[in-house]
């Protein structure tokens, strides 16, 4: 994010804030998770691969994605073009035929806490949070977040950039602590622990 706490400079628009030696720190960590998850505006906006890009994986995390509606999904999104696996955690059923590697797990309301149970019940024990911010937030207001890594641009984008955090409120204050601030060419990385 940037350093007035931003995820971009304007709204529904991708903006690349870090640089090289960031990327390749977000590689590493994605390559330590057992599945990443980010929410449908996400998605559409950015269009990730959600792949680790620097090294080819043993097992490569699965991509969970949260949307409305599985169906309204194009099969041409970046998602999609690796065989490593994909869940979609929909609200409306699907009727669609999905490739070997997708599986679709349908839901009226996809809580925090309905989603880590899903994992606990599928063997999954590491889940990366990696946006959106909607996203983020529910997880910090359900206080299921363990780890912050939070890479940090020298840039002020202002304007209607969208935050890092924004929707649901924490019902209580969450302490974390620093457990490492480390420099990335011109970006930093803060690292924090639940208290």
């Known amino acids: 994010m940037s350093l007035d706490?931003?995820?971009?400079?304007?709204?529904?628009q991708r903006t690349m804030l870090t640089g090289t030696q960031a990327?390749?720190?977000?590689?590493?960590?994605?390559?330590?998770?057992?599945?990443?998850?980010?929410?449908?505006?996400?998605?559409?906006i950015d269009d990730p691969e959600l792949t680790v890009r620097t090294v080819t994986p043993d097992y490569p995390p699965i991509k969970i994605i949260l949307v409305n509606?599985?169906?309204s999904l194009s099969l041409s999104?970046?998602?999609?073009?690796?065989?490593?696996?994909?869940?979609?955690l929909t609200r409306k059923k699907s009727t669609r035929q999905w490739p070997e590697f997708v599986q679709v797990f349908q839901s009226a309301e996809w809580t925090p806490h309905q989603i880590m149970k899903l994992l606990g019940e599928k063997g999954i024990q590491s889940l990366m949070v990696e946006g959106g911010?909607?996203?983020?937030?529910?997880f910090a207001a359900a206080n299921l977040i363990d780890?912050?890594?939070?890479?940090?641009?020298?840039?002020?984008?202002?304007?209607?950039?969208?935050?890092?955090?924004?929707?649901l409120a924490n019902s209580t204050i969450q302490q974390f602590h620093l457990t490492q601030v480390q420099r990335l060419g011109k970006d930093l990385l803060i690292t924090a622990r639940r208290n």
């Not at 706490?5 to 529904?12: E, I, M, R, T, Y």
């Not at 911010?133 to 529910?138: G, M």
């Open 23 to 44: 990327f390749q720190s977000s590689q590493q960590l994605r390559y330590s998770q057992q599945a990443i998850l980010i929410g449908e505006h996400t998605l559409m």
């Open 69 to 71: 509606q599985a169906d």
């Open 133 to 138: 911010s909607r996203v983020q937030a529910a």
């Open 77 to 88: 999104e970046k998602i999609f073009q690796s065989a490593t696996p994909v869940w979609l």
């Open 5 to 12: 706490g931003k995820l971009n400079g304007q709204p529904n």
């Open 147 to 167: 780890q912050i890594w939070l890479y940090l641009a020298p840039l002020v984008l202002g304007g209607g950039g969208l935050p890092a955090v924004l929707g």
